[in-house]
């Protein structure tokens, strides 16, 4: 079992900058692959980046450029740096973790991005 703790959401103005962060605690030896899900009021969750455990990331065109996903394997932690923010930007923010081929998730975190 592997369980994920997301911080660092909140209420930022169009162009700003926020970062997230999820620490595993659990099995997190088994965990594989790290990264972050989002989901907008009426929409279905969307991936948004992906990082191996070898350091490879994989981003959304939609925050390519824009985003930087990273991995502190030593703090079992994975943060998610979110620049030049935009209203679209704005959902509920998941942390996932896949472990021995099963996906787990976070609580989840709210961006809102607005003036």
């Known amino acids: 079992q592997v369980q994920l703790v997301e911080s660092g959401g909140g209420l930022v103005q169009p162009g700003g900058s926020l970062r997230l962060s999820c620490t595993a605690s659990?099995?997190?030896?088994?965990?594989?692959?790290m990264g972050w899900y989002r989901q907008a009021p009426g929409k279905e969750r969307e991936w948004v980046a992906t990082?191996?455990?070898?350091?490879?990331?994989y981003y959304a065109d939609s925050v390519k450029g824009r985003f930087t996903i990273s991995r502190d394997n030593a703090k079992n932690t994975v943060s998610l740096q979110m620049n030049s923010l935009k209203p679209e930007d704005t959902a509920v923010y998941y942390c996932?973790?896949?472990?021995?081929?099963?996906?787990?998730w976070g609580q989840g975190t709210q961006v809102t991005v607005s003036s």
């Open positions: 996932n973790a896949v472990a021995r081929l099963r996906n787990y």
């Open positions: 990082i191996t455990s070898g350091g490879i990331t």
């Open positions: 659990g099995s997190f030896f088994s965990i594989n692959d």
